[in-house]
Structure formats: C-alpha cells, structure tokens
C-alpha cells in the first residue's frame, strides 16, 4: 500500500533523510519514533507530497509521490504538525472547507460526526481564534478526518491535547485502521505508539535504526542483552529499549 523506497533528502548539502525504506500495509498502523530533527515531519511531508525527495521515490497505492502527485491528494490526508487552519473562519466551517476541497460535499450530519469525535460539538459556531491550543489541535485532526481517505498521515496530531479527547482521538484510530485504513503516525509517547502501532520504525539522524513491532523490539533487546530495571512489557522497559535500539542516547 505505501511503499517507501530508499528515499533521502537534503536541504543544500545538509542530508536529513537518508536512504530510507519501509512498507506499511492497507489497514496498519505504522509509527515513527525518533529524537528532535531526526527527520520524522520531513519523511511524513514527503509521503504527503508537499516536501520532494531528493533521491528515492514513495509509492502510494502504486502512485508515485514525483509522478502522481494529484492521485495521491486524492486519496490521502494529512495532519500536520504545525496547525493548519483559517483561524478567522468557524469550526464548522473549517470542517466544511476542508471537506469541500475533496470531490464529493460533506452533509451536515458528517460535519456534526467529525466534530463529536474530536469533542467539539458545542464549538461549531466559534471562530478557531477563541478555541484553547488543545482544541485547534482537535479540530487540526477533524479536517483530515472529515474527506474519508484512506490513507491517513499524522504528524504528532495528539501534542497538546488533554487525556479525555487524546483517548477519543487513540480509540478513533483505531477503529479507523479496523475500516481499512493506512496510517502512519508519530508521537514521542511511547505509550500510545504501543496503543495504536502494529508496527515502527526507529530514526536517528535520518536513518532507520530499527522496524518491526513491538514484540519484535523486545525480542532483538533480549538478543542484544538490553537491560530494563523493571517487569517485561511496562512503558519505563519499553522507552528504554526503543532508545536503545533507535540509538538515541549515543
Ligand atoms: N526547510 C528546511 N530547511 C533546512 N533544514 C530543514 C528544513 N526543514 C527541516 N530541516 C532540518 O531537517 C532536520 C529534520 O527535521 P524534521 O522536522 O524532519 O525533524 P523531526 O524528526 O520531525 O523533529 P521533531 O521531533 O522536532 O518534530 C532538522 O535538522 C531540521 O532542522
Ligand atoms: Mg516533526
């Protein structure tokens, strides 16, 4: 479904990305961990085809991310990291616009959907400058949500955002992947990648130091004689193995 094959990219000679190449399959989850500026909006942007690849290619369905970029806007959607939103525009409005851009009309009734699954129903008639950071990262996610792709990108889309609707948001997507979704996903929350990935990559500078699930990452930790302070599967054991084996603390 997505396949990411060796690509790079650099800004001037400065390489971010390079040779990087995973798949990810129709209805999975896939994360992707990594430290500050190791690359992991500059991989999402360009499966999202507003960043070009410098050498490699993306294929998406099959469509190429250099060749077949209005295919591929058909049938993605992208959360950015940074919020992307008419501020001076309403919720629902926002919702609508977003749902608009995509061929078909959104009723009022999905715009409604929508906003109840990112808990703001009773915002639709506010302007996105009064609503709190936490909720324009709600509303952040509902237009991506609002168009039915089938391919879902999702740049830190819970940063920021309170336990309640962060689980909402978690349990969403999860149904969403149940739909036959694809999505990829990142987050320096250790505990909702393993709530929501079946399986991640681990970045470092650029490269992917580590794929596979979770089990899989505990497995090559016992194999590598990575040592946890407490019992087998907990979050602490967890971020201390994905940092190990992403080589994040060298
Ligand atoms: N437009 C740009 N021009 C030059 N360098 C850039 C540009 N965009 C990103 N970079 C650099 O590319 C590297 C990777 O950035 P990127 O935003 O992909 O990291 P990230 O893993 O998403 O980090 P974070 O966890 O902070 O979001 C960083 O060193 C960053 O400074
Ligand atoms: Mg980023």
Not at 148 to 160: A, F, H, K, R
Not at 202 to 211: A, K, R, Y
Not at 215 to 233: L, M, V, W
Request: glycine share 8%.
């Amino acid at each position: 479904m997505i396949d990411v094959r060796e690509v790079s990219k650099k800004y001037g000679k400065k390489p971010v990305v390079n040779k990087v190449s995973f798949q990810v399959n129709k209805g999975e989850i896939f994360g992707l961990m990594g430290p500050n500026g190791a690359g992991k909006s500059t991989i999402l942007g360009m499966i999202a085809t507003v960043i070009t690849p410098t050498a490699g290619d993306i294929y998406i369905d099959g469509n190429s991310v250099l060749k077949d970029r209005s295919k591929i806007r058909k049938i993605i959607s992208y959360v950015p990291q940074r919020i992307a939103l008419h501020m001076s525009l309403t919720v629902k409005d926002n919702l609508k616009f977003w749902g608009n851009i995509s061929d078909t009309k959104v009723s009022t009734e999905h715009v409604e959907y929508i906003a109840g699954i990112i808990d703001l129903q009773e915002r639709l008639n506010e302007r996105v400058e009064q609503l709190s950071e936490g909720m324009k990262r709600r509303l952040n996610i509902g237009v991506a949500l609002i168009h039915n792709p089938s391919v879902l990108i999702m740049d830190e889309p819970t940063l920021g955002v309170d336990i309640k609707s962060k689980k909402e948001i978690v349990d969403f997507i999860n149904t969403l992947s149940h739909w036959g979704k694809t999505i990829i996903y990142t987050s320096h929350d250790v505990r909702e990648i393993t709530q929501l990935c079946h399986r991640l990559a681990l970045l470092s500078c650029g490269q992917i130091m580590f794929s596979g699930s979770i089990e899989e990452a505990f497995h090559e930790a016992d194999k590598r004689e990575i040592k946890t302070s407490s019992a087998k599967g907990e979050v602490d054991d967890l971020e201390v193995i994905l940092s190990e084996l992403g080589e994040w603390w060298e």
